[in-house]
């Protein structure tokens, strides 16, 4: 809805920028109350820095991809980082349980039924959102990493936020015309993604990923995936066909199995050098 009026990096640059300034009452409070100083500036840099690139990635080929495709097949090719997350994890020397891969056969399934074209061409809008979910699922891996690092999340979330509307409005600035009566016909979408999208959800998720089983949070998160099909059902009167139905089904299901007992799955023996097992939360578009 917004980009009837705005172009997809001015839409993420303004809301995220929101989102980030917003945030400031709450770091500024906690700062006046905080008791210990922050340690290690250098770790919540270097970690603010590549959060806020693979956000900027995961987002603006999410955004770009609603430009060419339905928002309700758009959260549920998104929510592919479900099954992403636990695969890449691998490189962190997470066990993989059976579950894992019988749930990413049936993902796989579900998004060919859902995306691939009875001539077997993917859509343009489908492919962008595709190749977004692995920034996604990498951000989910970055943050579950921080995560074990004691860095403040609220300010690690302000930072990601303040680099990925930044880039996103350097892209804009040179590659799309921003003008105030676009902002302004676009001023309740960019309220809303902005204030509780990225303000409210995706801080939450940072915040969430100290504490909660990565299980429990996987498989809260992937109900994005049905709320985005019923919104834009109700909200933007978008339909699927049987076989789009039938996808989404077996991606869902997918998805649930493949967090069946993953919060009793434990890392590889740690070495030097190590890593602690990063949370399976993730933030979505």
Known sequence: MGMDHVGPYTYNGVRFMLGGLSLLPLLLGR???????????????????????LLF????????????????????????YVVLVPLLGLLWGQR?????????????????LLTVTDDLTLAKGDGLVLIGAFFWAGHVLVIGWLSGRHIEPVLLACLQFILCAVLSLIVAAATESITLQG???????????GLLSVGVAYTLQV???????????????????????LAGWVVLQETLSNRGI???????????LSQWGMGRAQPAPAGPGSVPTPSLTADKG
């Open 207 to 229: 915040v969430a990923q100290r504490d909660v089983p990565p299980a429990h949070a996987a498989i809260i998160l992937s109900l994005e995936t049905v709320f985005a099909v």
């Open 96 to 112: 993989t349980l059976w579950a894992t891969w019988a749930g990413v056969m049936l993902a796989v399934i579900g998004l060919y």
């Open 57 to 80: 990635a995961g987002a603006s080929l999410q955004q770009l991809g609603v430009v060419y495709t339905t928002a309700g097949k758009a959260g549920f090719i998104t929510g592919l």
């Open 31 to 53: 700062r006046s109350k905080a008791t210990r100083p922050i340690r290690d500036w250098r770790m919540l840099l270097a970690g603010s820095l590549l959060a806020g690139l």
């Open 183 to 193: 902002l302004e016909g676009a001023a309740l979408p960019i309220l809303y993604g």
């Open 246 to 256: 039938g996808g989404c089904g077996l991606m869902f299901a997918g998805m649930l």
